[in-house]
């Protein structure tokens, strides 16, 4: 459906709410607190026929339906990649949808929809919502070539403190949600912010580039070190390290489909505890 297309019939849905769902503007496209209210409903209307057809429909071994799982970029998890690849096997004809987008807002949907799966990097759990831990992500400060810390074994934290910091939006607006925002306060990094994005591509992108220094997970920059455009500041004593929480809200009803996923990688968590 084209652009046009896609005003023209929110505009027609405002003239028989007779109210305004959406905010406009050059730089501005966003839900009023009247289209926030709406888009819920809808939602949950739309998941209950989806139940609906679910249960009406006469099925016998195969099973229907769609797994929608929103995840944070460049997540390398055996774990996750064991559950796809057996699910798939079990369930052949259940499709899948897979959102990328940072654990912030991830959890803000889940709050505000009351439903959904998240695969987030979080600090600690979120009081509200079903947080089931699964593995530790380690994670480490990097510099790039041309950085006068490019090379050395290690570093002090006093060292770290007086250089320009690449950080995630999300952590520097202080959510407390990221464990960047967590890992960089306890090293007192953040002082001087030289780039910030909510994408982890962005902020590798502008460490590599010598912008600053930056806190990124290690398995998502493997190539960069391999080919010396990183370069890893290990600071003695100080481990850094995140962990990955399948969220889910405790009041939803999920579908079948759904419920086979998490119950699959609770299996696989109690048969390979050590799976990451």
């Known amino acids: 459906m084209s652009q046009p297309s896609v005003s023209q019939a929110l505009q027609r849905l405002e003239e028989q709410l007779s109210c305004q769902l ?10 009023t607190a009247r289209g926030q209210k709406v888009y819920e409903e809808c939602g949950e209307i739309f998941r209950a026929v989806e139940r609906i057809g679910q249960l009406t429909q ?13 995840i944070i970029s460049n997540l390398e998890s055996p774990l996750i990649n064991e559950a796809l690849r057996l699910y798939h096997q079990r369930y052949p004809s259940v499709t899948w949808i897979m959102e990328v987008q940072n654990s912030q807002d991830t959890i803000k949907r889940i709050q505000s929809e009351k439903c ?34 490019f090379g050395r074994k290690e570093v002090e934290k006093r060292e770290l403190r007086q250089e320009s910091f690449v950080s995630f939006t999300c952590a520097s607006e202080g959510m407390g949600l990221e464990p960047m925002s967590v890992l960089s306060q306890s090293l007192g990094l953040g002082e001087r912010i030289s780039g910030q994005s909510p994408n982890l591509e962005e902020v590798r992108r502008m460490i590599v580039a010598g912008l600053g220094i930056g806190i990124l997970p290690l398995t998502a920059v493997h190539d960069e070190v391999a080919n010396g455009l990183l370069w890893p500041l290990e600071i003695k004593g100080y481990p ?8 889910m809200h405790p009041e939803c009803d999920y579908s079948r489909a759904e419920r086979h996923f998490i119950e699959l990688v609770q299996e696989l968590r109690a048969l390979y505890p050590d799976m990451h």
């Open 22 to 31: 959406v905010l406009r503007g050059s730089r501005k496209f966003e839900l």
């Open 58 to 70: 006469e099925r016998t071994v195969e099973e229907f339906g769609e797994v929608r799982i929103q």
């Open 116 to 149: 959904g799966i998240g695969l987030c990097l979080l600090s600690r759990p979120v009081f509200s919502l079903d947080c089931r831990l699964l593995f530790r992500e380690e994670f480490s400060v990097y510099c790039g070539a041309e950085h006068p810390f």
């Open 240 to 247: 850094l390290g995140a962990d990955v929480f399948l969220v």
